[in-house]
């Protein structure tokens, strides 16, 4: 299996994976132009490809705080139905930290959702540890 930061041409597939998550739409040129040190925020797709199939996705933001201290954020995060349980999820996550490494980022955070004990189980066992709990609220007009 390969890991990869995905391009233009990969707009379709990332598109099928966010629908296989239940993520919203959005425009992904934003998160596929070149990396340029200058801009403040930096975001990327990290693609698994397996048998030349793009089987996983994880979305990494790295934003500045204050002066310089960096803060990663993690999102999108999914794996093909088919291809779960084979240690995917684990490498994406291992890759978005080595780049946070060489990038000098001094945490990386997530949100997850409570009942997503599978989300769960692999974020503690790469190391995050729960901050605090949040209660989302909504006033809905239409
Ligand atoms: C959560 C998800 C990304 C895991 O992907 P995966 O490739 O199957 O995960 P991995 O094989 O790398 O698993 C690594 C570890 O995570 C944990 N884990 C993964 N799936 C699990 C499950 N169904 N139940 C319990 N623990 C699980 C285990 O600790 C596992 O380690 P182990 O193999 O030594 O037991 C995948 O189930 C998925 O795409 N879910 C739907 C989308 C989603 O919920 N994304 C997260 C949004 S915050």
Do not use: W
């Amino acid at each position: 299996m390969e890991i990869r930061i995905a391009t233009e041409k990969d707009t379709n597939a990332i598109l099928q994976l966010d629908d296989e998550g239940g993520f919203k739409e959005r425009l992904i040129k934003k998160y596929i132009c070149p990396i340029d040190p200058s801009k403040v925020e930096r975001k990327l797709i990290l693609l698994a490809v397996e048998d030349l199939e793009i089987v996983g996705k994880i979305e990494l933001i790295i934003g500045t705080r204050g002066d310089s201290e960096k803060i990663g954020y993690l999102r999108r995060l999914i794996v093909l139905p088919n291809h779960r349980k084979k240690g995917i999820a684990r490498a994406l996550i291992e890759k978005t930290m080595s780049i946070c490494k060489e990038d000098r980022v001094i945490a990386l955070d997530l949100h997850v959702v409570e009942d997503n004990e599978s989300a769960i189980a692999l974020y503690k066992k790469m190391g995050f540890r729960i901050r605090h709990k949040e209660i989302h609220m909504r006033k809905q007009f239409h």
